[in-house]
Nanobody
């Protein structure tokens, strides 16, 4: 059973925007801190943004002021609004659900490519 389903990736030009979505089953979403990570070719997976069940957010320094994470509890969905995209934002973006008892779930990943 697929627990997290991502959508919204694609190819854009530098300076443009994209919104990623991640839908989760409610039993996971309702108790999980949700997050977005990314992995560029040849690099380690890195944190992009997280949001707790109470809406407290954290961001990587590289995306602060450009990306916004938001969760819609009625839809069991977390979003990543990405603006002013740069070529260095090119990566596979992964949704993550981190439950308080230590169980983590990952989405399948969605490719974001930013051309210069």
């Amino acid at each position: 059973q697929v627990q997290l389903v991502e959508s919204g990736g694609g190819l854009v030009q530098a300076g443009e925007s994209l919104r990623l979505s991640c839908a989760a089953v409610s039993s996971i979403f309702n108790v999980a801190a949700m997050g977005w990570y990314r992995q560029a070719p040849g690099k380690q997976r890195e944190l992009v943004a997280t949001i707790t069940t109470r809406g407290v957010t954290t961001y990587a320094n590289s995306v602060k002021g450009r990306f916004t994470i938001h969760r819609d509890n009625a839809k069991n969905t977390v979003y990543l609004q990405m603006s002013s995209l740069r070529p260095e934002d090119t990566a596979v973006y992964y949704c993550n659900a981190d439950q308080p008892w230590g169980v983590r779930y990952w989405g399948q990943g969605t490719q974001v490519t930013v051309s210069s």
